[in-house]
């Protein structure tokens, strides 16, 4: 780093905290007790929250990794932080609403909200300080040896500043609106995650006089419209945050006053509708008036500058009306998930990874009709490592053929420009009974897809809405056809959305299938979605919340079994998260009785695997990598002759008590012996998996002398890719 740099940037690359160095392993505090589930002895349960904040730090340590690509760890600092904001937004901000419970009501919970905050906390800063470390002491010097340099207003050349002056008269300045703060006046409002500057000042008129204390100007930093970065002049890759920009000119936008030092501020609103049980009324109507809301959310952080002066502090807690809770101490730059945006140089190829681009099918690549091919067999679709293509071409070969006579579909999470939709609506223009079921209660999804379900009804598409008390998270499609032979039924299920801009980030599975066996329980499904039925009947599909947990409980049961008469017994189970007491429970028994349970788990782990006597046959990892692992998938050993469930669900209460969600059997021995090759690589890496130990210390899976390193996303990718070669260059069915 450049000697008249560093100085600044000791400071400036502070986040969250006063930086300093940390080990990779994530502090954890003592256990709070779970945060929504009692327990008997309090050490088998880890906290929800705080596992959650351990896989955050597992994202953490994908930053910290010498060995990911310089650009890769930027983009792994902004998924960092706009995780951690998300959870202020909604975990914590659900918190603190408990700390306005009358004593009476907070003595009924099972664990203490201020207690699990100050852990929170606790861990939080451990966490921002690594952060910081990171940034400042690995990130910013690999920047500047490749050529690229983050500069601030105070160590602009001649020419950086005239052109700066010249960005900031044309495209800043006329998008400011500086604003006097006053002790006499009401509290202004901040928007929510949006970056302000409060800077001190000082009347001209009074500078001569010496006035002690200061008065203070607010000004909001216009991102968006404007980008975070701007790209400067100059030898090498300059880049500046625009609130560097803005600093370097405040004298123009408060011309009566002395304008001192300038320190960033944000506040963070809960951002949750508590409409998880609304039982009557008009639910899309409470929803469209709640989003209005959304930003007008109580405070549940206030992000301010370290180096800020305690009188500035001070004012602005009282003027905004906030609580000492509020406040969290940071640093001189806030919403660090805009590194998402931070300019690449054109020279930076090999800052990056190699692209791994979505592969066709081996089996579907030039077939002529998807639903023909499905109807021969079943195929399995894995995304990103495969195109997402077939899906919407799926939906649009449904609408465009003139046998097709209906499509039922739940939606949860669309994308901005949905194809599947526009197949949809294409499909009802046509003529066809085109019935969906739209989840509006998807959080921060809700606007969306508000927005297509007007669109798709204008078009006659039937729309359906969030049943009451419930969510509706499963990935399910219907097609029926009018065929030569008679009535034909094609599914879909899957175990994440329909959603063609997350396939290209979340990995999850989908199945096309015509087997009957499936597409006369998804019919089930669908029924009891829009008829007053009280659960769907279904032979072969476990479905939630009636028959999920039963399944489920049955096969892990069976193992307990197997293993007790001494024959083969285990279980492979991959999920995002583990939360539902009655199934860490289970997953205990089974440990003490004898029965291996092999753990993937992305997110958080309330269970404490590897915990003398009650969980030393239980293992379990976390695999952080470049895509985020979404699927869920639950395979049982079944004395022998394995059975294996892929899954929208993961073993949640909410997921197996309050959702509508399907785990569905690979019947397919094809698609099975691919699942299986997944499931085996998952479990084989030992390069981005870390072990879930009863502290969840976050170490890495060690790679013992000789053996192959083993990467398991990049290695499902090439075997993929080996399926296609050896398909040969024609492919089909």
């Not at 207003?153 to 006053?182: G, I």
Request: hydrophobic content about 40%; aromatic content about 8%.
């Amino acid at each position: 780093m450049n000697d008249h740099t560093k100085a600044e940037a000791e400071r400036s690359t502070a986040v969250e905290g006063t930086p300093k160095d940390q080990p990779t392993s994530v502090a954890q505090p003592s256990a709070s007790g779970p945060a929504e589930s009692p327990g008997e002895n309090p050490d088998r349960f880890l906290n929800r929250e705080i596992t959650w904040l351990a896989f955050n730090g597992r994202v953490l340590q994908e930053a910290m990794d010498p060995r990911v690509p310089l650009f890769e760890r930027l983009k792994f600092l902004a998924i960092f932080s706009s995780n951690l904001d998300e959870f202020f937004r909604v975990r914590v901000a659900s918190l603190r609403s408990l700390l306005r419970l009358k004593k009476k009501k907070l003595r009924k919970l099972d664990f203490r909200p201020r207690r699990l905050l100050r852990d929170i906390h606790f861990v939080v800063t451990s966490q921002q300080e690594m952060f910081g470390s990171t940034l400042r002491s690995q990130i910013l010097p690999e920047l500047e040896a490749n050529g690229i340099f983050l500069l601030n207003h105070r160590n602009l050349t001649r020419l950086q500043t005239a052109f700066l002056e010249s960005f900031f008269t044309e495209k800043v300045r006329p998008l400011m609106d500086p604003l006097l703060l006053t002790e006499t006046e009401g509290p202004t409002f901040l928007d929510d995650g949006r970056i302000y500057l409060v800077t001190e000042l000082w009347p001209k008129v009074d500078i001569s006089l010496g006035s002690e204390r200061p008065t203070y100007g607010i000004i909001g930093v216009p991102t968006p419209p404007l980008p975070r970065f701007v790209v400067v002049p100059g030898e090498g890759h300059n880049v500046l945050f625009i609130e560097d920009v803005i600093r370097q000119f405040l004298p123009t936008l408060f011309p009566d006053h002395e304008v001192g030092s300038a320190y960033g501020v944000k506040l963070s609103r809960d951002a949750d509708l508590y409409l998880e049980d609304e039982f009557e009324g008009d639910l899309v109507g409470k929803i469209r008036k709640s989003l209005g809301k959304r930003d007008l959310g109580t405070p549940s952080r206030f992000l301010y500058d370290l180096q800020a002066p305690y009188a500035l502090v001070s004012f602005l807690k009282d003027h905004l009306a906030l609580e000492d809770d509020d406040l969290v101490p940071g640093g001189r730059y806030h919403n660090l998930q805009d590194f998402f945006q931070f300019p690449r140089p054109k020279n930076g190829q090999g800052l990056t990874r190699p692209p791994l681009e979505p592969l066709p099918h081996a089996d579907l690549r030039n077939v002529p009709s998807l639903l023909d091919a499905t109807r021969e067999r079943d195929r399995i679709l894995h995304f990103p490592y495969q195109s997402f293509s077939y899906v919407t071409r799926f939906f649009q070969e449904a609408a465009r053929d003139p046998r097709t006579r209906k499509i039922w579909i739940t939606l949860y999470r669309v994308a901005e420009d949905s194809a599947v939709v526009e197949a949809l609506i294409e499909a009802a223009r046509a003529g066809k009974e085109v019935s969906c079921f739209v989840e509006v209660k998807a959080r921060f999804d809700e606007a969306r897809n508000l927005k297509w379900a007007g669109e798709m009804e204008e078009a006659g598409v039937r729309v359906f809405y969030s049943k009451p008390g419930i969510k509706v998270h499963s990935k399910i499609a219907l097609v029926t056809r009018e065929e030569e032979d008679g009535i034909r039924d094609y599914g879909f299920l899957g175990t994440g959305n329909f959603n063609e801009s997350t396939a290209r980030i979340y990995a999850d599975h989908a199945l096309l299938t015509a087997d009957s066996r499936l597409t006369k329980d998804l019919d089930q499904v669908f029924r009891f979605l829009w008829e007053d039925i009280p659960e769907p009947h279904c032979d072969h599909l476990l479905v939630a919340p009636a028959k999920l947990r039963e399944g489920l409980e049955r096969a892990i049961k069976g193992e307990i079994a197997a293993a007790l008469s001494g024959g083969i017994a285990g279980m492979a189970l991959k999920m995002n998260s583990l939360e539902d007491p009655r199934m860490i429970d289970l997953l205990y028994e089974a440990s003490q009785k004898g029965v291996r349970v092999n753990l993937i788990i992305r997110g958080i782990c309330c269970m404490r695997p590897g915990l003398e006597d009650l969980g030393e046959n239980v293992k379990a990892r976390s695999i952080v990598d470049r895509f985020l692992e979404h699927a869920r998938i639950y395979r049982f050993v079944d004395g022998g002759s394995p059975v294996m469930y892929l899954s929208s669900a993961d073993l949640m209460k909410r997921n197996l008590n309050r959702r509508v969600e399907v785990a569905f059997p690979i019947l397919d021995e094809k698609v099975r012996e691919e699942m299986e090759q997944f499931l085996h690589l998952q479990l084989s890496d030992n390069a981005k998996a870390r072990v879930l130990d009863p502290e969840q210390t976050n170490t890495y899976v060690s790679r013992r002398v000789g053996e192959p390193r083993v990467e398991a996303q990049e290695g499902f990718y090439r075997w993929l890719e080996e399926q296609l070669v050896d398909s040969g260059p024609g492919g089909g069915s």
